[in-house]
């Protein structure tokens, strides 16, 4: 394991800063700079994982977001692991542990290897046809499936990270900074454009920033020379904003990119406490330039896949930038020129390059001569027909291609090496374009989809767009940009060539081999295991849409998805079906384009700030007293307040008492509270409520019923007049900001003619509810002024007053049937209101309760909960409300609908209230209900909405609603429970003082 | 996401915003006089069309005001935005 691959020092790794590092246990050794890949090559270790489905031995293949093989799990078993990341991307750093994923015991002996024997048993759409059937195995084979498939390990502890946020706003944004997107950034900034440039990587610069190669001149100079000039005048530029290690997620419309910025992830522990892990970039960019260069794609051969069998431009990468050596004996096996540029460069730096094997016709070229020079066998019109080492590549056998490519001819060569370099050509990376929406084109004759056309507020520039060749690019960008930016010359319009000239091109998307291909392996999918085999089954059992080759395949359903060989398969299945890859359109590349953490979605609502939550002034009174919380839409309400170890069952029976038999009060600050004004705010409440509102007196308050147009109850409360031209409407806790947006809609789109102004006042008061025979005497012990006498003060009347200094509102109105006053006042006083109350009514035992004694109070009076005891579907005749709907009014939201067909079914279910045979049995809310026992299928006639066991009756009750269950008073239902059937008897739904005796008393 | 210029208040994200589905159906004057089938078509008629369609859209966390839309469903595309009781623009 002391093997040691470091060519020589690279300006682009520490070489001072020496990390260690484990890797399945292992410790090696990387400098600062190094991802997890470059360090284990380093250390000649190129075996790091087992295929998904075959569990055949892989290696390291690339040197980007589109690697397959190399995925790993960091840190295992610790609160930091992460699972699927790939060790091509991830930086090392002292103390950092990996581990291989699919692979179990271990990756040098690894059981599910078998598969790979068993291939033949494991075609295309296998897991589909096998394990469907029959239906009453499946949970044996998931047992198989998820044991042997492993996709990593989810952390289980919990994550001592914190994530961030951050809306950006720009000019223009551009994705890449390779060549073109520097180049891009700088010019827009330079323009004026408040400019933002991203990258993945942790340096700019891209792939030209380590190219040296003599056939790539700028200007006279090295490529990357060039551009590092460049970069350095970046620093100097203002409007310009770049982020490294960050790379686009999402490319969503009107210019909304989502990326993920990378801030601790390459540090060691200690360095990563107490600061941002990763930030999700909200961007809103005005102009997007998208430069996210070209994927090289392998070729499709037999056995292509083993450990050593790498890209030609990642072999380049690990020598060039990281001084890292993948072979001693490399060949390249290529289809472009790019793999002679590699091998020259390989060459100077002293690593052995075996041979080229080119499937193209041999062409007299400068480039050629330059290879052969350096003493390099060229294989022209070869293809590699077979390779061999289980767990590294030893040797490669190739054969001369026959004239259309079908076929090999002639003997084998074999060529022994520990590296294979495959240089398939180049793939735009268009992932990013097409999730915005844009169109692509296939171009035939360098077979690559490119974006089809620039819009006004989006482009592609560079190899993304298709442009290959340096001269090519930069010609191209500086006409581009001047377009998009509206600018009328670039900083680089007079700089100056020398490309060599392409020699000639070649493309097999299928390379044949001396066996017959039900005898290959060629790999189509690494991550997925999906081979072209699998191709041409799926096209011979009838597959024909791309998608649906897919995902019978598998192909490119992996977390890279396909970003390797989805060209490979649309070429495949082209020419197996004999038309163009442009008729077949490309598959939809969908969000993220590299995955992202949960983290990182999440960000800061985590934990408390999961999500918003709302409290009373009265909250901490509350918590002090210990009370229980309930959620009632974004508020935390006081549910009940248990004394001495109480259950909640205990607590409740003893509030419910206390209500009735003296005095209670509970927090209703969270009611809705809406101020209308205007000379028609009469006119619209008649409008709005299914009663009448006109004649109610200045000072007095009124229950209404608000529907929705379909006639269905939506919403009530009570509503006071405050003076001639103003209401307050109160509304359900849950409902307050859906009734104010409906409100709106009326008045905005439908009644524009009125005169009415709403506002929301719920936060503005808080509201104490105090209620029970005594509640009188308790008031008066606080506001001794007031006259409480119910000729003065009567039921559903108000009055305004003052607590000492403070004005509060109050109405008396009662939601328990008990005499109640609700007394509000500004908020910031009520915590003060509320003590007082409570300080004034300690001789009367008063008993704050919370809102489950609140919805048994009011169950034991038969008043509805919206929301518990209605559902959308619940008319106001449904809940046998028949006496709060004005007959004389002309019109009023949801009238009309009273009377269509459906809504004047005698059958519908109605409210009704249910008494339990034996009456300590408490019925279970949303049990069902039927008429008949012994019956099978039963009709269910309704279901149990509202059940409490009432101390103040000493009995069970409960809210039902039951079909046709108005006319059923006195007769026998049956609840059927797992266990056991309940008999209940229908009844009036008004449980307690039906004659409201107790509101005057 | 949508950008949506809110036409009181200027540009805008789309959550800030609650569409409220088609536009121009106007609640009939005297629903009383309706048939069971013409209040049926006020009431739960709605087009769902793949291209322009003319909708309402409320900014709900912003000014609260309704106004109308134009948008193409196929690609999100928003042709224009008036004001509630202006006329329809012709697209
Ligand atoms: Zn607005």
Redesign the interface.
Known sequence: MSENLRIKSSQYIDETTRISFKFNGTTYYGFKGDTLASALLANNVHLVGRSFKYHRPRGIMTSGSEEPNAIVQINPNTNRTEPNVRATEVEIYEGMEASSQNCWPSVNFDIGGINNFLSPLLPAGFYYKTFMWPARFWGKYEYFIRHSAGLGKSPMLKDPDIYDHRNIHCDVLVVGAGISGILAAKNAAKNNYKTLLLDEKNELGGSTIYENNESNKIDNKNSSEWLKKEIEELKNIKNLEIKTRTSVAAYHQYNYLLARENLTDHLEKKDKTNKIRQRLLKIRAKKVILATGALERPMVFNNNDRPGIMLSSAIKKYSDFYGVACGRKIVFFTNNDSAYENALSLNDKGIKVEAIVDIRKQSKTNLEKRVIDAGVKIYWEHTVVDTSGYKRLNNVSIMKLSNDGTSVTGNKISISCDCLGVAGGWTPAVHLCTQSGSKLAFDEDKKIFIPNKNNSDQISVGSCCGDFKLDEILKNLNEKLKDFLDITKTDFENITFNNDQEISKRNIWLLPSDKALGKTRPFVDYQNDATAKDIKLALREGFRSIEHVKRYTTIGMGTDQGKLGNMHALGIIADTAGVKIGELGTTTFRPPYTPLTFGTIVGRNVGKFFDIFRRTPMNDWHVEQKAEFENVGQWKRAWYYPINGETMHQAVQRESKAARESSGILDASTLGKIDIQGSDASEFLNRVYTNAWSKLGIGKCRYGLMLNEDGMVYDDGVTTRLGENHYLMTTTTGGAANVLGKLEDYLQTEWPELDVYLTSVTDQFATASLCGPNSKKILKKIIPDLDLSDENFPHMSFKEAKVENIVCRIMRISFTGEQSFEINVQASYGKDLWEKCIEAGKEFNITPYGTETMHLLRAEKGFIIVGQDTDGTMTPIDLQMDWIVSKKKYDFIGKRSLYRSDTIREDRKQLVGLLTDDPKVVLEEGAQIVSELNKNPVEMLGHVTSSYFSPNLNKSIALAVVRGGKDMIGKKLFIPMEDKTINVTVSNPVFFDQTNERLNA | ???INCPYCGER?QQEF?A?GEAHI???K???E?S?DE??EY?FMRKNIKGVQYE?W?H?HGC???FNMVRDTS??EIKAIYK??EKPPSI
């Open positions: 996401m949508f950008v994200d609650k409220g106007e609640r009939p005297q629903p009383t309706l069971d209040w049926a009431l309402r409320n709900a609260r005001k309704w690609n999100d509630m009781g």
